[in-house]
Structure formats: C-alpha cells, structure tokens
C-alpha cells in the first residue's frame, strides 16, 4: 500500500522504481489517502493503468505485450482491426491507425491492448477496466457501442478475435 519501510511515511510516483509515467500517480495517491484514512485498502495494478503517448497519432497500451505474453508462458491469441476498416474513422478524416487485443485462450480474458490512431488515449481506458475485471473477451464483444463511433473499432477487434 506504498508504505516505505518507516511507519507512516509513503511514496508514489518515481520515488518508487521503476521510473514511471505519470499515469498511475492518481492511484497510487488514492492508495495512500485510504490507507492513512483507514478506508479499505486500494492496491494499484500498473499492468491495469494505462501508459498513453500525446502525439499525432496518439498511442495507448495497456497490459502486456503480445512478447510479453508468450515469454510469460500464455496461451495466445491476437486480433488488429485497422482505423481505415472503421466508418466513423474514415468520416472524419482519422483513418490512420489500429486497436490490437491479446487475449489469454484458456481464460479469454484480455492480457494487453495497444491503439495507434486518433483518441487511443480515450479509448484505451475501455479496455484497461475489461483487463482489470478480468472479464471475457465474449462480453466485450457483446458490448453496445454507438454507432458509428471509433470504439467499434475494439468491438471489431473483439469480434475477431472470438470468430477467428
């Protein structure tokens, strides 16, 4: 809960290692409020909290790698749907770029997401709250989205990757 070794004293951020984005500061910040407060403890997942790139494009990850993923011994599965094969996409102009999903076929749950493409960094906390709640890929699949909309382009991907 980010206690260092000294009672009552807590660290976040790059005070800890690995150096990090700035990201995952605001939970580990919650982290230690609930902790001081004596609320129910909160613990930060970093492979939950996504790491976004404000560039043009935009790029977003969350989770592993697709590498990652199978060093780590999982059993996977990928799927990439590219931002020109999504209406929305095209229709305004932003038809550069792609959603990837890497799933676990044992348990179909989600081990990482990346996007390239115009608001990555909106959309990849949709896909940071499936992977942190473990819940399967089938029902992102089965998620309404609005249509026509960039984030059919991770239903898309879901779709795939289930059908493939």
């Keep these: 809960h980010l206690q260092t070794n000294i009672k009552g004293i ?14 995952p500061v605001r939970n580990e910040a919650a982290c230690i409020i609930d902790s001081i407060s004596g609320k129910s403890k ?32 999982f059993n996977t ?18 038809n550069v770029g792609f959603v990837k999903l890497i799933i676990d076929i044992d348990k179909q749950t989600l081990l990482g997401a990346h996007m390239v493409g115009h608001s990555a960094t909106e959309l990849i906390s949709q896909l940071a709250l499936f992977r942190k709640l473990k819940i399967p890929v089938q029902r992102l699949r089965t998620t309404p989205h609005s249509s026509s909309t960039l984030s059919e382009s991770i239903v898309e991907a879901a779709w795939k990757i289930i059908n493939e």
């Design 42 to 73: 909160i613990t930060t997942v970093i492979k939950n909290i996504p790491i976004c790139v404000f560039s043009q494009p935009e790029a977003a990850s969350v989770g592993m790698s697709e590498t990652d993923a199978i060093e780590a011994g």
């Design 77 to 94: 599965k990928t799927s990439k749907v590219y931002y020109n094969a999504v209406g929305r996409a095209v229709t305004i102009g932003e």
């Design 10 to 23: 807590y660290a976040l951020g790059n005070c800890t290692d690995p150096p990090k984005h700035i990201h």
